[in-house]
């Protein structure tokens, strides 16, 4: 495999300071320094932390892999089950140490008007595909909630942004476990002569 480069190692840095301390507490010598190099080299591939913030949301962003709720050789329901189910794994992998970057970056960026934008766009972005997956689901008969699919997109994105949060406070998993058994034995729960 061959080495990432400079700007790969930065960005690859930048996302884990930010997710251990936030967007404001870090620093670019603390992303140049894990990633290896010297903080003036940030410059040469990074213009500021704000530039670097938007393309660690964009890497983020893609990582969610929000091409699963569209995925039409899987029922609706079975898309969001294994979504979600992945972002937890995904939690998991690093031990529940960190929560979303979206909801992280979107509560503590008032400083920045463009990264409070982008993460904000990235949480709609989610809410816009999640309400595709649940118009599916009702469209095939897969539940009948009568609640507006939008509602219960927000909802559980709502939820999942504070069960992250608190699975990396406590470092359990508990929050998010109770939110998808919430979400698929209730929320979203296949009607009974389905099921």
């Not at 660690?56 to 569209?70: E, T, V």
């Not at 029922?75 to 294994?82: A, T």
């Not at 942004?161 to 508990?174: N, T």
Request: negative net charge.
């Amino acid at each position: 495999m061959p080495k990432p480069s400079l700007r790969e190692s930065l960005l690859e840095a930048g996302l884990a300071e930010f997710h251990t301390n936030g967007y404001a507490a870090t620093g670019v010598a603390a992303i140049a320094q894990r990633a290896g190099g010297p903080k003036g080299s940030f410059y040469n591939h990074f213009a500021s932390k704000e530039e670097l913030g938007l393309a660690a949301l964009d890497s983020y962003g893609h990582s969610r892999r929000l091409d699963m709720l569209r995925d039409p050789s899987m029922p609706p329901l079975d898309r969001i089950r294994r979504h979600l189910a992945y972002l937890r794994s995904d939690l998991a992998r690093h031990d529940f140490t960190r929560a979303c970057l979206l909801g992280t970056f979107a509560a503590e960026s008032a400083g920045s008007k463009a990264i409070s934008q982008a993460a904000r766009a990235g949480l709609e972005d989610w809410v816009d595909v999640l309400t595709e997956a649940i118009e599916a689901a009702r469209h095939d008969a897969e539940f009948s909630g009568a609640l507006p699919a939008r509602s219960l997109a927000q909802l559980i994105v709502d939820a999942w942004e504070g069960a992250a949060l608190r699975a990396k406070a406590s470092g359990d998993p508990a929050p998010i476990d109770n939110l998808l058994e919430l979400v698929f034995g209730s929320i979203l729960a296949a009607d009974a002569e389905k099921a």
